[in-house]
């Protein structure tokens, strides 16, 4: 069980590489499932998910090699053997589930685990059953199991989904690329994810339109070929590095990031101060002086702010100047990292789905624990301006989202080693 010792530092400065997308390379990596061809992923990210995912994937009798000290995956489901992903996988890993649709349209059957719920909440998949049996799967619960199969073949179908879930429009868009017919998607998730996901399906020889809006058509096809498609840049790391100099101070370039895909998020750090300018090789970020404005926030898909930065743009609030409203409307139980930014001296109030964070002058390092993955990264980069040395416990949930953490802030001059316990 590794920990990462935090001493707080003054300003940052340098170029920090932003990685491939882990919530695009955790769909991508399952439609490899749709064709006998191979399917090869470039610019993945190299994190313990990938890992978990390669395994899942191989316990159906896909193969995973990891190229190019892990950043290229090329995979090839020729012949699979199996159609059950185990309940000790899927626990791990909710993104697990997004093997259902591929496994359904190319298999006729799926034997899926339920994930069970997660420290952030309870992650029912009533969406992807109810998406999925529109599309003529008979989906069975039991044992803790989704026994799913499609006697007659899965048939095109409207799809409106009470909520724009992600996962439900992924398992959901890969099984219509190869239903009979066509399918549309209403209300479907717009993240850049959905719309990197069903251009590689494309490029796979799917016929896709509307992705990245609510409204998705699907012309099934008979089958897809292998393809190489580029992960698109992680928007949930960039914003996350993002706040590095807007919390210590100085002046950071993102490399690979975009505007486009963190808009809603720098619209907040504006309004807070943050000076935020989009360059040829990605973003940069600058905090002259003074304290950082508080603002309120709202989680909302995609493209409201996403939930994925709710924890880190708490760390920003806890010493911002005046009092921010963060309010939670997409996980039930997301602000676990309150108590431990408390621990540091913060001053926040949670009630149900609102926290509200009255700013300090700054915090005090203390022991902390990451309780899931966005959480201990907010708590790192509370760390990062503290006073002191902040010792965070269980950091493996960091190392499911973002690949040698310490390595890439200590670049930018910030005071952080992992040590091992
Ligand atoms: C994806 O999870 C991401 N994970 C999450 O990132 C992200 O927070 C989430 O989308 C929202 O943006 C991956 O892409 C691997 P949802 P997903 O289905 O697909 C409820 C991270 O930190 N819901 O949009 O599970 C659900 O309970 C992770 O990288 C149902 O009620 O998200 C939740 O409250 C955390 N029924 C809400 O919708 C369903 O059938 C959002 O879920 C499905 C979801």
């Keep these: 069980m590794d920990s990462i010792i935090v001493r707080g530092n003054g300003p940052l400065s340098g170029q920090i590489p932003i990685a491939g997308a882990k919530n695009a390379c955790l769909t991508l990596m399952p439609a490899t499932l749709l064709s006998e061809e191979p399917l090869t992923l470039t610019n993945a990210p190299r994190l313990s998910d990938i890992k978990t995912m390669s395994e899942l994937l191989a316990s159906l009798g896909a193969e995973v090699s990891s190229l190019q000290d892990g950043k290229v995956l090329a995979m090839s489901s020729h012949d699979l053997n199996s159609t059950h992903a185990d309940y000790d996988i899927v626990r791990k890993m909710r993104a697990s589930n997004l093997v259902l649709g591929p496994l359904l349209a190319r298999m006729g059957q799926a034997e899926v685990s339920l994930p069970g719920g997660c420290a952030i909440g309870d992650r029912p998949m009533d969406l992807h059953i109810h998406g999925l049996e529109a599309l003529g799967a008979e989906i069975d619960q039991r044992d803790g199991y989704l026994y799913a199969t499609a ?13 724009a879930s992600v996962g439900a429009t992924e398992n959901i868009l890969m099984a219509a690329t190869l239903a009979k ?7 479907a998730a717009r993240e850049p994810e959905i719309v990197d996901l069903a251009t590689c399906l494309r490029a796979m020889g799917a016929q896709i339109e509307g992705d990245g809006t609510s409204r998705i058509e699907v012309q099934g096809v008979d089958r897809l070929h292998g393809a190489t498609h580029p992960v698109v840049t992680d928007r949930i790391e960039l914003g996350t590095y993002m706040l590095a100099p807007a919390i ?39 905090r002259k002086n003074g304290r950082v404005k508080a603002v309120d926030v709202v989680t909302e898909p995609f493209p409201g702010f996403p939930t994925d930065l709710q924890a880190q743009m708490m760390a920003l609030m806890c010493t911002a100047e005046g009092t921010s409203v963060l309010e939670e409307k997409i996980f039930e139980n997301r602000f676990m990292h309150a108590p431990e930014l408390r621990r540091m001296g913060a001053s926040i109030e ?45 950091v ?21 080693e992992r040590v091992k316990v």
Excluded: W
Aim: glycine share 14%.
């Design 350 to 394: 949670v009630q149900g789905g609102t926290a509200t964070v009255h700013g300090v002058e700054r915090l005090k390092g203390a022991p902390v624990m990451a309780t899931d993955l966005r959480a201990s990264v907010s708590l790192i980069l509370a760390a990062m301006a503290a006073e002191g040395e902040t010792v965070v416990n269980r």
């Design 396 to 416: 493996y949930h960091l190392d499911r989202g973002y690949e040698r953490v310490e390595e890439k802030l200590g670049n930018l001059g910030a005071h952080i």
């Design 151 to 163: 006697p007659k073949g899965l048939k095109g179908a409207e799809v409106n989904l009470t909520f």
């Design 248 to 286: 210590c101070g100085g002046e950071v370039e993102c490399l690979g990031g975009r505007i486009n895909l963190v808009s809603a998020f720098c619209e907040k750090l504006d309004a807070a101060g943050i000076h935020v300018e989009e360059t040829a090789n990605g973003i940069k970020v600058a």
């Design 181 to 187: 017919g066509t399918t549309i998607i209403n209300n």
